[in-house]
């Protein structure tokens, strides 16, 4: 098998508007196709003012890192989530090391230029190496990513263990029908820069996610928020394809959805702002239970 492996067959549909076998079309993306009686109640804010866009991505980028760790991702120091910044676009953000997923704050984050070079926020802490050999590499390869999320989650990691696509076995999965990879060429701690670009070589042109064999998973979207989203949305998925895995195993058939309807499926929910309003949920959450990872907010509110 090859380093990468693609999460569909020879006949995924290519149409501009996917239909399924029953003759349902869409004919244009968005998270109004699922918003009825009123306008979409979580819509991707437009800054005028680059510098209030930083402080709302790293507060946001904070409030993932909430929701990762109340759901348990932690595993020791691994794991970072980067956003490119929109002032300086060829520098990003990525979380301290060294610190729990469930204390960090958008002024604890760390901007790094491609070189390594510490360059912005909190200056006096150090970053994961593994970390920035992935996210570098990535940032530089994908234009159109400006987050990308990774932890060694448990289910993840224990499906990477096979170093396969998921199936699409249930509707919620098919959100990552023909935008997930396999990468199976692991080769131990990604602290090497080779190994970054390899992983940014599995993600591909146009994937957002990646399975990274015996390693975790990886996502990536247009906001922090999409791949938040789409990293609880893999490690629910693994979790539940392994319950399948064990099911078929004791004699259970798996039903496996046709690839019109999967397509159809993951184009009404695959989309960037389809996916930033899906995360709002967890985010609100995060803000009712502590708040205090919103430290722009926070500061500007005492003045």
């Given amino acids: 098998m090859s380093?990468?492996?693609?999460?569909?067959?020879?006949?995924?549909p290519t149409e501009v508007k996917p239909a399924s076998s029953k003759g349902y079309t869409v004919t244009s993306q968005g998270a109004h196709n699922i918003s009825m009686g009123?306008?979409?109640?979580?819509?991707?804010?437009?800054?005028?003012?680059?510098?209030?866009?930083?402080?709302?991505i790293l507060e946001h980028m904070a409030g993932v890192f909430r929701v990762f760790g109340r759901r348990?991702?932690?595993?020791g120091s691994a794991g970072h989530i980067s956003v490119r910044d929109p002032v300086e676009p060829n520098t990003f953000w990525i979380n301290p090391l060294g610190i729990h997923f469930s204390l960090l704050k958008a002024s604890d984050m760390v901007r790094v230029d491609e070189e390594g070079n510490l360059v912005g926020g909190n200056t006096t802490a150090p970053i994961n190496a593994a970390g920035f050999a992935i996210h570098s590499a990535l940032h530089k390869a994908r234009p159109d990513i400006n987050a990308a999320c990774h932890t060694h989650s448990k289910y993840g990691k224990t499906y990477s263990a096979f170093g396969k696509p998921l199936e699409m076995i249930n509707q919620d999965v098919c959100t990552l029908y023909n935008t997930h990879s396999v990468y199976s060429d692991f080769g131990g701690v990604a602290i090497e820069k080779e190994e970054g670009e390899a992983i940014a070589k599995a993600v591909g042109e146009k994937n957002?996610?990646?399975?990274?064999?015996?390693?975790?998973?990886?996502?990536?979207?247009?906001?922090?928020?999409?791949?938040?989203?789409l990293f609880t949305l893999m490690e629910n998925s693994c979790e539940v394809q392994l319950l399948a895995d064990a099911a078929a195993g004791g004699g259970k058939e798996k039903q496996i959805i046709g690839d019109a309807e999967a397509a159809?499926?993951?184009?009404?929910?695959?989309?960037?702002?389809?996916?930033?309003?899906?995360?709002?949920?967890?985010?609100a959450l995060e803000k009712h239970y502590d708040d205090s990872f919103m430290t722009f907010t926070k500061a500007s509110q005492k003045v």
């Fill in 72 to 75: 348990g991702y932690t595993e």
């Fill in 208 to 229: 957002k996610c990646v399975i990274l064999q015996n390693h975790g998973l990886l996502t990536a979207g247009q906001t922090v928020d999409e791949a938040g989203y």
């Fill in 264 to 283: 159809y499926t993951a184009y009404m929910n695959g989309d960037p702002e389809t996916l930033y309003m899906e995360f709002q949920n967890d985010l």
């Fill in 3 to 12: 380093a990468t492996e693609t999460s569909t067959s020879t006949t995924v």
């Fill in 38 to 56: 009123n306008p979409v109640p979580h819509q991707i804010p437009k800054f005028d003012d680059p510098y209030k866009e930083r402080e709302w």
